[in-house]
């Protein structure tokens, strides 16, 4: 069973920076997909950042050039580097994970972690 804990949440104000980790147990393949999306109270689940079994990344358009995922392998943990972060960014930030993927389509991922909140002020 896969197991996925994030951390790395917390209150930010308007142009700064945080980073998640989410610490993965439980499989031993490096070729999942690994991935953050977001929810923010009233809004459905969205796809962030994804990077595939060859080590591409995924973002989606709304962060692109701002957030950043990479992936330990030796530490099995992923992180997401958020930069320049808008009060649109507040969210609950939730990793996942799959053995295949359509990057970053929620209904593709299999474990999900509890999630950590972000929340950015004006």
């Known amino acids: 069973q896969v197991q996925l804990v994030e951390s790395g949440g917390g209150s930010v104000q308007s142009g700064g920076s945080l980073r998640l980790s989410c610490a993965a147990s439980?499989?031993?393949?490096?070729?999942?997909?690994m991935a953050w999306f977001r929810q923010a109270p009233g809004k459905e689940r969205e796809g962030v950042a994804a990077i595939v079994g060859d080590g591409r990344a995924y973002y989606a358009v709304s962060v692109k050039g701002r957030f950043t995922i990479s992936q330990d392998n030796a530490k099995k943990t992923l992180y997401l580097q958020m930069n320049s972060l808008k009060p649109e960014d507040t969210a609950m930030y939730y990793c996942?994970?799959?053995?295949?993927?359509?990057?970053?389509?929620?209904?593709?991922?299999?474990?999900w972690g509890q999630g950590t909140r972000v929340t950015v002020s004006s």
């Open positions: 439980g499989y031993t393949d490096s070729k999942y997909c």
């Open positions: 996942a994970a799959a053995p295949y993927c359509r990057p970053l389509e929620k209904n593709q991922y299999n474990y």
